[in-house]
Each structure stands twice: as C-alpha cells, then as structure tokens.
C-alpha cells in the first residue's frame, strides 16, 4: 500500500466535508454527551432538516472538553466558520436548524464561539474564551472535531505520518527524539518513557510485549475514556511507534470494562487499521510484524499497577509481585514487557508527528509538555481540559473552571487519586508538574482533579478514599489489608461522633506503619488522603472529636434539619416527601420535624432549597441547646 | 443453554490466559456466572474450579447471582461522592425498598455501587445496563426508575 496515496484521499474526503454545499453538523457523542441527551438532539435535528426539506451531513464526534455544556453541536456553513452551540435542548436544537441552516440567522445569543476562518457578528472566537484561552490543545487537538470512527478524519490531520517517520529510522534514533521530548510518563509516576523502552530494550530475549494501560481507576479522573472514545487512533499510532521501537510483535490494550464506548471505539479502530494494512506482517513494507489485541480489565483498581496489571493479563488474580525484577526486564508471561499509559502513547504520537522541540516548548524545566486533566466536583464548569505542564492551579481553578459555584467558598482540591492528597487555599499558587505535586504532598497522578467547597467535610473525604483503597486492596500484603481496615473503622468511629482525642495520633502511626511495609503503590499510597488532610485540615478532625461538630455540616451525626417557622407556608412538598413520616403539620400551616425519627436523607432540604427556603442545616449542639 | 456455551467456548483455545475474557462473555450471555457453566468451564479449561473461583471473586465485574432487567450501577466515583452519590444510592434503596447488591421481587431492578464510570463532569451518575444518566438528584429518583405501584392495604 502507497501511504502518500490513502493521505491524498484521506485529505480529500476530509476537506469536501467543510467544502460541501450542504452544511455539517457535529455532534459531540462521548459518553458525556450521550448522557446529556446528544441522541435525543440528534433524532430532533434529523426532523427537522426533513420537515424543512434541508440535507445536512451529520457526524458524531467525540467530547471538546467542555463537558458542562454538553450535548454540543457544531455547524459549518460553506465559506463561513463553524459555530458551537452548547446545552442543546430539543427545542433549541429545532430553533438553530430553522432559523440558522434553514434562515441563515446564527443565533449568536445559543453560541459558544466560533472555529475557523472568519468573523459572525455577536459569537466570540471559541478559542478565546475564558475556558479555552488559558489552554493549549495538542493531545486533544482532534477531540470533538474528526469522527472518531474514521480513520481517514485522522489521518487527513496528519495521523500515522508520525508511524511512517519511525519506521523509517533505528529505533534507537527514536528513543533519543523521544528523550529529547522529555516526555514523561503520564500514568502518573513520570518515569521518563525513552528510559523504559530502553530498559525493556537492552534486556534481550526474542520476545517482547507492550502493554497500553488503559485501566483508568482512579476515582474522578475520565482522560483517557475521553481521548480513547473521541480520538483512538492517536493513542493506535503511539502504541505502534512504541511498537516498534521496543522490538514487540504483539500489544494489548487493557481497558475497563466500565467503558464500553470506548472499547467499541477501539475495536472499530484497530479493524480499520487492520484494513489500511497498519497490523499485519509486513508492516507498509517494512518488514515490522505486529498485532495488537484488547484486554478487558474486570473491575479491580490495584490493576493499575505493573505487575497486577501483568498478571490480570495472563488471566489470573490481579495481585501485584515484588520488584526487582522490573517488567521490563521480566514481565508478561516472563518476557521484557513496556507497560504506558494512554496519554503517553498519545504524546509519542504526536511528537513523532511533529517534532521533540514543538511538543517540548510548552512545560517546565523538569516536566515538558502538556497535560490533559479531569476537573470535576464543586465547580462551575467541569470538563476535560489540557494545559502546558507548571500552570498553576489557580489558573486552572478559577480562570479555566470559572470557580466555585453557587458563591461558596473553596476548601481543597484532591489530586492523584486515592493514591494523591487534598491540597488547600494556600497552594493555590503551586505550579502543576511532577516534583511540585510531590513537594506538596500530592501526586500528579494521572490527572484527576476533584474541586472540594466549603459543604464538604475533610475528615468524611479520608474516610471514602480509605473505605475505596481498603475495598480494592488485593490482600496480598497484611499491612495494606488490616491497615487501612484499621485505618477505615477509626475514621468511621470519628466522622459518627465516636472519635477519641488520641485517634489522631493512632492515624499517624497506622499510615506509617502501611507506607513502610505494603508491597506495592497501593498499599504505599493507601494513607496519602489521610496524612494531606491531617496535615491541613487537623482542626476539622479535632473539631468531630472535642467538640462534636462538623464544620462543614456534612456529617449526619453532628447535623439536624430544621424548618424555619417564619418562611415555611405550609406547601407540603416535605411532608409528601419524608420517607420516614418525621414532618407533620396542617396545609398552609408552618410544618414540623420530629428529629427523633428524622434520617437526614436530605430529600426535604434538596425539595425546598431554591423554591421557599424554609429548611437549615444547623449543627446538632445548638438544635440541642435549643431545646 | 449447553448450545450457548459451546458457541462461547468455541472462539477460544483453551489457554489459562484466556479465562477472563470466557467469564466475561459467560455473564454477558447469561447475565451472570451460573455454577454449572463453571464446572463445564473447568474440564474445558483443565483448571480446578477453585482457581476459576478464586480469580472470578477477585473481580467487582462477576456476579454469581442473576441481576435485574434493568441493572442499575450507582458510581460512587470522588467527584460523585462529594456531590452526594452516598445520599443517591440510600434514595434509591428506599425508593425501590432494596439494599444494594439486591433484585425486587419483580426482577425489574438491581442495584449496584462502583467505583468510578468516567463521567465526573456530570456527577453524580449511574449506569442503567449499558446508558449513563447524569446529574441524578433525590427529586429525579422516582421519575427515573418507574415502579408500578404496589398496592398498600
């Protein structure tokens, strides 16, 4: 096959798309986007370009990232630039297609920007937005704009052109473009990638094995299902590259089962590149043999790790293995085995593609290039997001995310994962890379970051990460197993108003005790959430214990709802909804909680907030007193 | 059901490094992993049933019990969690009158935590068979999972 040839016709069919007299539609159709309702919008859109006897291209793409506004939709018109809309609605989405693709109206007050050549009076440039001006797009830069599940949409964005230069080289002339990067694995340990292969390399043998490690447990981070749903062929280049340069004849993806759009990305993907004659023997003549096959991971978080990873693989509990030997040297089914991150292989990909310096020009001295991030919980616009490496996270919080919603105020951001730490006000200013996260006492992880307000509470936050490392501790090590079990029953004891003034002493020590003897990252990492809040946060935990009260209010034990006689009009939506019939009152008469009976399940307070606001939260003790 | 079985077992080799991807086409099929197919994956595979159940119970994905026509999979995820996922899965327990891990009596629902699904941006969610429904609220609870009404005396 004649690569200069399928670019042509890739680039081709590509461009006719925008050149086209019909208009196009984009969809965004990632798991995001579905879940806000992107086929409802799709089905609406396609009747009404029939009702108004219109035609129209319409393509699924995957997420652009801002997910808060999903579903989105993009529309070119010939010669003009593309339009965002965000937060479709079946009825907006019926206003857009009559009035812009029927009427030629564009609706400026629905638009989020515009992208492309050319101006439209009252829409901004999208990339000049708020969220997206402070960002630099490059592992995404495809994300939410070409179909996922064609390849020639990549391809005509330079895709594989990166694989072709390669495989045209040594792999060694690789691995020092790859060192030149300064790329570092994005899995979140940053062990510099050209390293690795050269490891895995270096320890000979016939056979060797590359594995993506597409697992993705961490709670709160969703990259790597992004870019795998919305663009897999970038990360299919990058495993081929890595490939290639490690001497393997064979890759598996393993993926998580929870992720089922992007499994059938993947396997659509992998059987078009099977087609264009990129797996195979014979690799575009090169004279490279390989294959790559998906593993479906079953639901196990410690599989994350390397050699529980490799043992998932080979079929069996997922338990990790001490090290030495590395898995580069000794790995799946005992052979030299590379195991990298999605977002890695994305990156080698596109530093193949352009060039080491162009990936390096954005990041610090110690951690170049971008990252993407997940930006979740209290926040006013959660997405996906990719910025240069030392962005501080201030500028990410507030400039990007837009802060805090609801006028709360900010208490912490978790970052890392369960394995990672939560990190307060005063480290707002620290740059995100790799050694700044670890001189805060956080991890980068894989880039999870969870925003935290005021409402919640630090002590019960350390619980559920303990409660998760605990469920999903493979079992393997004692300490890791009867730790954080003994870790999980003190934070429960306090968060439930059972805490004693020396649990906090005992805290420390048990984390000690686990970071020194667990076997693998897990297990070291298991107290990481307990000893960050500890740190900043001790007076929350001292508060629980002395004083029987929880500062943020979140804790059942140290809370009580009560209706504010003055406000309340007697409505009875409370009343209907209490599950446990503890709210009486007569109809247009001020209602009652009996706080005997009361749950605090919260239906009561999420009914009325924002309606009467008859309902508070107060702390226990003064409801007390006040009796 | 033998016919089923056979047709699974039929796209594998019968390698041990095969046994995760058999269990997870088994519950795909039957919705769960009933124990006669074990023992026939066992002779299959030549591998104690033990061991299958030893790597089969290490996995949250196996269940052993069947799940309901509409499984539900609450995410308990970090972004779900502090936007109230524990409050959601206790609404959706009294509101179905199950615990979780449990089916109705009807078999209409089962319900589920896991751990995260991905889709933090729009916390909190869950999984109903294989769709996300995003920003669940204790006041759409009732709205997205209709029962009929069990008739009180």
């Known amino acids: 096959m004649n690569f200069d040839k399928i670019v042509k016709t890739a680039k081709k069919e590509y461009k006719s798309l925008y050149k086209s007299e019909n208009p196009l539609i984009l969809i965004g159709s990632a798991t995001c986007g579905r879940s806000a309702g992107a086929a409802l919008v799709k089905s609406v859109i396609q009747d009404e370009l029939e009702k108004n006897n219109a035609n129209a291209e319409i393509i699924e793409v995957g997420c652009i990232g801002l997910c808060y506004a999903e579903p989105i939709i993009t529309i070119f018109k010939q010669g003009k630039p593309g339009i965002f809309y965000g937060n479709v609605t079946k009825k907006t989405a019926k206003e857009i297609i009559r009035s812009y693709i029927v009427e030629d109206d564009p609706l400026p007050e629905y638009a989020l920007g515009t992208i492309g050549e050319g101006k439209i009076e009252g829409i901004p440039l999208f990339f000049d937005t708020e969220v997206l001006k402070p960002q630099v797009r490059r592992i995404l830069r495809n994300c939410g704009i070409i179909d996922p599940k064609n390849i020639n949409h990549y391809i005509a964005n330079d895709g594989y052109s990166g694989f072709m230069d390669a495989i045209e080289m040594a792999p060694e002339e690789v691995i020092e473009k790859i060192k030149e990067s300064g790329l570092r694995g994005r899995g979140g340990a940053g062990f510099p990638t050209w390293m690795k292969w050269q490891f895995c390399r270096d320890s000979g043998g016939e056979t060797r094995y590359l594995i993506c490690n597409a697992d993705e447990g961490d709670p709160g981070a969703f990259m790597n299902r992004s870019l795998l749903e919305s663009d897999p062929h970038s990360v299919l280049e990058g495993i081929l590259i890595a490939g290639y340069v490690i001497g393997a004849k064979k890759a598996y993806i393993y993926c998580r089962a929870e992720y089922p759009l992007a499994l059938d990305h993947l396997k659509h993907a992998i059987k078009q590149m099977r087609e264009y004659g990129f797996l195979g023997e014979n690799i575009c003549g090169s004279g490279f043999n390989f294959d790559i096959e998906i593993k479906e991971g079953a639901g196990a978080f410690v599989c994350g790790e390397e050699t529980a990873l490799i043992a998932s693989v080979e079929g069996k509990r997922g338990t990790p293995r001490t090290r030495p030997p590395f898995p580069t040297t000794s790995g799946l089914f005992g052979k030299p085995t590379v195991i990298n991150n999605v977002e890695t292989l994305a990156s080698v990909a596109l530093i193949m593609q352009k060039n080491p310096d162009k990936f390096a020009e954005f990041g610090t001295d110690s951690s170049k290039g971008t990252k993407t991030f997940s930006l979740v919980g209290e926040i006013e616009r959660p997405g996906l997001i990719e910025v240069p490496l030392g962005t501080t996270l201030r500028e990410v919080i507030f400039d990007i995310g837009g802060g805090i919603p609801g006028g709360k105020k900010f208490k912490a951001v978790q970052i890392g994962g369960p394995s990672g730490g939560c990190l307060p006000e005063n480290f707002l200013d620290t740059p995100i890379d790799y050694d700044s996260m670890t001189m805060a006492g956080a991890i980068m992880g894989s880039g999870g970051l969870v925003i935290m307000d005021e409402s919640t509470c630090m002590v019960e936050v350390s619980r559920y990460f303990l409660e998760f490392s605990q469920r999903e501790s493979c079992g393997k090590c004692v300490p890791c197993r009867l730790g954080a079990k003994q870790m999980l029953d003190v934070l429960t004891d306090i968060t439930e108003g059972k805490g004693k003034p020396e649990d906090v002493q005992l805290l420390k020590d048990l984390s000690e005790g686990i970071k020194m003897g667990s076997l693998c990252g897990l297990g070291q990492n298991t107290p990481n959430p307990v000893l960050t809040t500890l740190k900043y946060f001790e007076n929350e935990y001292n508060a629980h214990i002395n004083d029987d009260f929880c500062p943020a209010l979140a804790c059942k034990e140290f809370i009580a709802y009560r209706i504010l006689t003055e406000e309340c009009n007697g409505c009875r939506l409370c009343f209907k909804s209490c599950p446990v019939d503890a709210i009486s009152g007569e109809k247009k008469q001020p209602h009652v909680i009996d706080q005997e009976k009361c749950i605090k399940c919260g239906t009561c307070i999420e009914l009325c907030s924002g309606k009467y606001d008859a309902m508070e939260c107060i702390p226990k003790i003064e409801m007390d007193e006040g009796k | ?153």
Do not use: W
């Open chain 2, 1 to 153: 059901m033998e016919d089923k079985l056979n047709e699974i077992l039929s796209s594998y080799g019968g390698e041990k490094s095969e046994l995760i991807p058999i269990l997870q086409d088994i519950q795909s099929n039957y919705g769960y992993l009933p124990e006669d197919i074990i023992i026939e994956l066992s002779n299959f595979l030549k591998m104690p049933e033990s061991e299958i159940y030893g790597v089969a119970t290490f996995y949250s994905q196996f269940r052993f019990t069947p799940v309901g026509k509409k499984h539900i999979m609450v995410c308990t995820g970090t972004a779900c969690h502090v936007q109230g996922a524990p409050q959601i899965v206790a609404g959706i327990e009294r509101h179905l009158g199950i615990k979780e891990g449990e089916v109705t009596i009807d078999l209409e629902y089962s319900l589920e935590s896991v751990g995260c699904l991905g889709c933090c941006a729009l916390a909190p969610c869950a999984m109903v068979n294989d769709e996300v429904e995003s920003h669940i609220s204790l006041k759409n609870i009732k709205r997205l999972f209709k029962r009929k009404k069990i008739k009180k005396k």
